[in-house]
């Protein structure tokens, strides 16, 4: 079955150090990826999607199909940066096929 | 102000009790959904609904119904309500049912006691 794992639960950094977010999946398709931001107080908003290839607030994420990962990245971590991250996986066309994993809530420190 | 926007954010019940959270897009998306999100943060799809017609149903009992009045909004009715039901309910959109992205609602809190 399709599955994302986010194996941190919780993940503190100091601002200004990297920080990085694991997303694994399991699906022997081709996947769509996508990573989902919850800032405080806030709606659940897309932060970046695999096929943009862009960089959205200093994030990155590459696809690695043979180690099966999304992992978010960011070279400078911000205290603003602080929230909850949610990857997701997409497979065909519905959205029942859209899968998330349990989320990792960043915190970063001052 | 364009969004996703759900009624009640917060909502206490005693089990048994059959309860209704709405939601409403005023973004022109024809599919609305509504997850569920348990204790353990997983997000799980519970329907969705394109243009007014079901479209994703997954395995939940059937005292949950949604019903889409319309397509700018998609409502949950949850009858006999159960402790186990507690959980946070986020409504969400999109352009359509293969066009990501998902566009949330801030979410209901429901507590059942």
């Known amino acids: ?110 | 102000d364009t969004a996703v926007s759900q009624t009640p954010k917060y909502l206490v019940t005693q089990m048994g009790n059959d309860k209704s959270i709405k939601c409403e897009q005023n973004l022109g998306h024809d599919t609305m959904y509504w997850y569920k999100q348990d204790s353990k943060k997983f997000l799980k799809i519970m329907f969705s609904y394109n243009n007014k017609e079901l479209i994703i149903n997954e395995t939940v009992p059937n005292r949950f119904s949604p019903k889409s009045p319309d397509k700018a909004h998609l409502n949950l009715h949850i009858n006999s309500l159960e402790l186990g039901d507690s959980a946070v309910y986020f409504c969400a959109s999109s352009l359509s049912p293969s066009n990501s992205p998902l566009h949330f609602g801030n979410g209901t809190r429901l507590t059942v006691t």
Request: contains cysteine; charged residues 20%; proline residues 5%.
């Open chain 1, 1 to 110: 079955a399709q599955r994302v794992t986010q194996p941190e639960k919780l993940l503190s950094v100091f601002k200004g150090a990297p920080v990085e977010l694991k997303c694994n999946y399991s699906y022997s398709g081709s996947p769509e990826l996508f990573w989902y931001v919850q800032y405080s107080r806030q709606r659940l908003q897309l932060l970046l999607r695999h096929i943009s290839r862009e960089s959205i607030k200093g994030f990155t994420a590459d696809l690695n199909k043979g180690e099966t990962s999304f992992h978010l990245k960011k070279p400078f971590a911000q205290e603003e940066d602080s929230a909850m991250y949610y990857c997701a996986l997409k497979f065909g066309g519905s959205a029942r096929q859209l899968t998330f994993g349990s989320g990792t809530q960043l915190t970063v420190l001052p």
